[in-house]
């Protein structure tokens, strides 16, 4: 079983930075293609960002291209977003999502593609 614990998350004004951790225990953290997932209150958990097993491959959602990035320290198990200049439509609950059966690129921004989910960490941009 494969467990991942995000943290970072907080409140912050429009314009800010943040960076987000998700650290997994195991010893395959390696071998999984990550993702990172946001729900906002009402709203469907929508697609941010993934990364290749190796970090040499990432995607993004477009609403996010250019002001987010994923990256991941797989001698450190773990998995980053930056995420600079926030605006308040980013406020959501943030989940790092492994996907040890991920082999495609169209697979990233798919929710059923990921069979471990963390347990979310809140980010709330205030204008």
């Known amino acids: 079983q494969v467990q991942l614990v995000e943290s970072g998350g907080g409140l912050v004004q429009a314009g800010d930075s943040v960076r987000l951790s998700c650290a997994t225990s195991g010893r395959t953290f390696s071998s999984y293609a990550m993702g990172w997932f946001r729900q906002a209150p009402g709203k469907e958990r929508d697609f941010v960002a993934g990364i290749t097993r190796t970090g040499a491959f990432t995607y993004y959602a477009d609403s996010v291209k250019g002001r987010f990035t994923v990256s991941r320290d797989n001698a450190k198990n773990t998995v980053y977003l930056q995420m600079n200049s926030l605006k308040p439509e980013d406020t959501a609950v943030y989940y790092c999502?492994?996907?040890?059966?991920?082999?495609?690129?169209?697979?990233?921004?798919?929710?059923?593609?990921?069979?471990?989910w963390g347990q979310g960490t809140q980010v709330t941009v205030s204008s």
């Open positions: 999502a492994a996907g040890p059966r991920i082999v495609d690129s169209g697979s990233y921004s798919r929710g059923d593609k990921y069979d471990y």
